[in-house]
Nanobody, 124 residues
Framework: QVQLVESGGGSVQAGDSLRLSCVAS????????MGWFRQAPGKPREFVADISPTGTSTLYTGSVRGRFSISRDSTGNTVSLQMRDLRPEDTAVYYC?????????????????WGQGTQVTVST
């Protein structure tokens, strides 16, 4: 069974940092872009960041650029999101995703594999 399992969420204060991790099991994703989305209460799920299969290309949504950093390890099994200077508006459930299309530089959501999500809560 292919799974993505996120960890590292929690409750922090504005200005703090968190590091989210996503570990794949059941297969590796070395040929797939991977990324993070988030969903705040009452809002649609939104793109946060992704990283190419080789790890050489990254993309961030504007609101997190310069504060968040996505990375992946050489095994293709783990992708991380380092979050700094967290703000209340970063509060959401964060989801890891593996692209459904092999070798695409950016995450493609068709047939994508999703994790179950991890809650991040940032208070003032």
């Amino acid at each position: 069974q292919v799974q993505l399992v996120e960890s590292g969420g929690g409750s922090v204060q504005a200005g703090d940092s968190l590091r989210l991790s996503c570990v794949a099991s059941g297969r590796t994703f070395t040929d797939r872009a991977m990324g993070w989305f988030r969903q705040a209460p009452g809002k649609p799920r939104e793109f946060v960041a992704d990283i190419s299969p080789t790890g050489t290309s990254t993309l961030y949504t504007g609101s997190v650029r310069g504060r968040f950093s996505i990375s992946r390890d050489s095994t293709g099994n783990t992708v991380s999101l380092q979050m700094r200077d967290l703000r209340p508006e970063d509060t959401a459930v964060y989801y890891c995703v593996a692209s459904g299309v092999p070798r695409a530089v950016r995450v493609k959501l068709t047939d994508a594999v999703w994790g179950q999500g991890t809650q991040v809560t940032v208070s003032t």
